[in-house]
């Protein structure tokens, strides 16, 4: 007999027959949502086929290392079903060492023959030939099913093409995982032990709950009534939209409106109209994710239980190989171990995630990130502020949610206030998938949500240029005021002078502070506002989006069109000024800004303010804003396939390259470590004693440690912030490289600033 895993006792040993069927059919059930159940009957059937070997027995017996048990299988798939078995034998290839590549030369150093010469060293096939495997197949009682009918050809348009593979190879990998868990969770009994299934939507009932939250929000609101008007028209227009068939979606709503909310009625509505099965919401920043799940928690664990919303951000991202996922291994609870599962999968009905974490899963070809994929089919797709995606991914991106509506019957949102013109990449994105990009807007325009808001009014003053210095001056003299800077030094430098200057009520925001730090400023921003004393907030754009704040007057630092109506979302956010809010732009002395296309979008926002003159730079505009998007892109290249890392992304695709799509496929460029600061001393000495104590970083610590935890871009071997800097243990002798406990309590400024030991080319 062959086997597919072993146990702590010979005769607790899996068959490989039992495996490779438990594993196909529950593949094929996964994929058959999608109609792809025969592809992945047939991969899991496959996938393990050079296990059917004396070496793979040998190897389970502790004599034999570095076999290659999957290559034949995938041989195996491409020469009996050719083109029908294209798709699962690249699931099949990569099912432990990542999807690699779709063109022909690729495929064909499958062959047992050629890989007996190209293999590592370190790495041999368990057989030569494919033939006597297949005769111990059948000699199992294992039968090849007729071809599947695939729509994968190498001929597809190639974006299309990858995410079938993706969804294909997440169907496999996860029912893989799942069947090897369970073997090893046996019981006494011999039965396989499953982990519990998440639980199911209910949308009706989630739907009834949300609404009446939002109702009870409505009566104790402070918002004047045109406001409060607004919210109940936009909510009212979600609803309606819920019933509208399946697809691409845009939702335009002014900052203030109620958007977040609102968007999951539509998503509850329309998953109740179309039998979905989960919603995903994506939002660009953690301490909104944070914010959000925690309201989502809130609202729904009391009828459905604590598993039901599942957040999930994972702090090592999307990029880890074979080893992804340590810092969520040795789980202290049962509840932790549940949410662990509930992450590796996203079987759960309601996952509020990071947008890093979907969008480069769905461009990942390692099986850790894609495993959850499947499940997105059938689902309701949620991206907030999506105004943040950055132009040059922005055509892949729209061709794979394009496709994710088409083919696996989900819907896919846009929301923000300022809605992106990724309807003129239209053409583009028509060359990767089909469809192309051709959302619906949710709103009805005769609801003029954005002409009834005109609750501030702008001043664009970008001469002279203003000194630190004048700019103190000037808000010294503010009652209440907020002041959004672009970079991290120009509001440690502001924050400073007006510090010395000894003003009442000042306030300091940045990512240097952990979101604890971040939290207790904010709580005293908003009791200094809702009291009437003296308020005044120096901030970076970490206050623009997701930040319920309403100051009377915001200074705004020249920057990204979008930036500045996020800034004026800040502003008389509820409508209660009679004459109105007032947001001043400004040129500062030190003209510089973060990295990426931000400084062309803050020069795009300049040309167009001397090209059309102040009166013609309405915030509330769409059309100004699809100019700005149409301009932004041109200079950015995003509408071309020829320019630096767009190029290299498309003919990465182009060429059906898994592995170099996904190491360029990047939300962020930049690497960063977490280190863990001395906001609160005894929370920090206690954390870092636990560390020293368990010897290894485990999900408790890390959930414990963030709210006391500042993202910093990795430094340079020879900064001297290393000294300061101790790494986490990850046990056996290992360190973390990217999980840091900081050493000098004088470099965290508790009061106001937050971390200041560091260059400012260090924070992330």
């Not at 308020?535 to 704040?549: H, K, N, P, R, Y």
């Not at 290894?696 to 006391?708: E, Q, S, V």
Request: charged share 25%.
């Amino acid at each position: 007999m062959y086997y597919a895993h072993s146990a702590p006792s010979r005769d607790r040993w899996e068959p490989l027959a039992e495996h490779l069927r438990d594993v196909a059919n529950r593949a094929g059930a996964f994929a058959g949502v999608f109609g792809a159940g025969d592809a992945a009957y047939l991969a899991g059937l496959l996938h393990d086929l050079g296990k059917y070997s004396d070496s793979f027995t040998r190897r389970l017996d502790g004599l034999e290392r570095g076999l290659d048990h999957w290559s034949l299988g995938a041989w195996a798939a491409l020469t009996r079903y050719k083109g029908n078995g294209l798709a699962a034998a690249l699931a099949i290839q990569g099912h432990h060492v990542g999807l690699q590549r779709a063109d022909r030369d690729s495929l064909g150093e499958l062959n047992p023959e050629v890989l007996a010469t190209r293999h590592p060293l370190e790495l041999r096939l368990t057989e030569r030939e494919l033939v006597p495997l297949l005769e111990r197949f059948q000699a199992d009682g294992l039968v090849l099913p007729p071809p599947p009918s695939s729509d994968y050809r190498l001929s597809n348009p190639p974006g299309a093409g990858m995410l079938d593979v993706r969804m294909l190879f997440s169907a496999l990998v996860d029912a893989d995982f799942l069947e090897t868990e369970a073997h090893f969770r046996r019981g006494l009994d011999g039965i396989k032990q499953y982990r519990p299934d998440g639980p199911a939507l209910r949308a009706d009932i989630a739907l009834a709950r949300l609404l009446e939250h939002l109702g009870d929000l409505a009566r104790t609101s402070k918002a004047a009534g045109a406001v409060a008007s607004l919210r109940t028209d936009l909510l009212q227009g979600c609803l309606d939209a819920g019933a509208q068939p399946r697809g691409t979606f845009t939702l335009s709503a002014p900052t203030g409106s109620g958007k977040t909310l609102a968007m999951l009625a539509f998503a509850l509505r329309h998953a109740h109209e179309h039998k979905l099965r989960r919603i995903v919401m994506a939002i660009p920043y953690l301490s909104i994710l944070e914010q959000t799940a925690g309201i989502y928690r809130r609202l729904f664990a009391p009828a459905f239980g604590d598993s039901y919303v599942l957040e999930h951000h994972s702090l090592a991202g999307t990029r880890r190989g074979p080893g992804e996922g340590k810092h969520e291994a040795d789980p202290q609870t049962e509840a932790e171990r549940l949410a662990g599962w509930l992450r590796q999968n996203w079987d759960a009905p309601l996952i509020v995630t990071t947008s890093v974490q979907l969008l480069e899963s769905l461009f990942s070809n390692r099986p850790s990130a894609c495993r959850k994929l499947h499940r997105l089919a059938e689902s309701v797709i949620l991206f907030d502020e999506v105004q943040t995606l950055p132009p040059k991914l922005a055509v892949p991106t729209l061709a794979t949610l394009s496709r994710l509506a088409e083919r696996y019957g989900s819907s896919v949102v846009f929301a923000t206030a300022t809605q992106p013109a990724f309807e003129s990449l239209h053409e583009r994105v028509t060359v990767l998938a089909p469809r192309g990009w051709r959302p619906r807007e949710i709103v009805d325009p005769k609801l003029r949500l954005f002409q009834r808001v005109r609750r501030v009014e702008v001043e664009w003053g970008l001469e002279p240029v203003r000194s630190w210095g004048s700019l103190a001056e000037e808000l010294a003299t503010q009652g209440q005021a907020l002041c959004i800077v672009n970079l991290k030094r120009h509001a440690l430098a502001l924050a400073q002078l007006l510090k010395n200057r000894g003003i009442p009520g000042l306030l300091h925001l940045s990512t240097n502070m952990c979101p604890a730090h971040r939290e207790k400023a904010l709580a005293r921003v908003r009791r200094r506002l809702d009291a009437g004393e003296p308020c005044l907030l120096i901030s970076t754009q970490c206050v623009e989006a997701g930040v319920d704040v309403d100051f009377p007057v915001v200074y705004r630092a020249l920057g990204p069109l979008e930036a500045i109506a996020q800034a004026a979302g800040r502003c008389n956010r509820n409508g209660r000024l009679v004459e109105g809010g007032r947001v001043r732009v400004f040129v500062p002395e030190d003209e510089r800004y973060p990295p990426g296309g931000y400084g062309q979008a803050a020069s795009v926002t300049r040309a167009l303010l001397k090209a059309r003159g102040s009166e013609e730079m309405d915030l509330q505009c769409a059309e100004l804003f699809q100019l700005y998007y149409r301009t932004f892109y041109e200079l950015t290249g995003a509408t071309e396939s020829d320019r630096g890392k767009v190029k290299e992304l498309s003919e990465s695709i182009r060429r059906q390259d898994f592995v170099g799509t996904a190491e360029l496929y990047r939300l962020i460029d930049q690497d960063a470590i977490s280190v863990l600061m001395p906001f609160d001393a005894e929370t920090h000495r206690t954390l870092a004693s636990r560390l020293r104590d368990d010897r290894r970083l485990t999900a408790g610590w890390i959930r414990d440690a963030r709210p006391y935890t500042v993202s910093l871009y990795r430094p340079k071997l020879e900064d001297p912030v290393w000294r300061f800097l101790n790494p986490a243990p990850l046990g056996k002798g290992e360190l973390s490289d990217d999980w840091f406990v900081y050493l000098n309590a004088d470099h965290y400024d508790r009061e106001l600033l937050g971390f200041t030991g560091a260059e400012d080319s260090w924070i992330a």
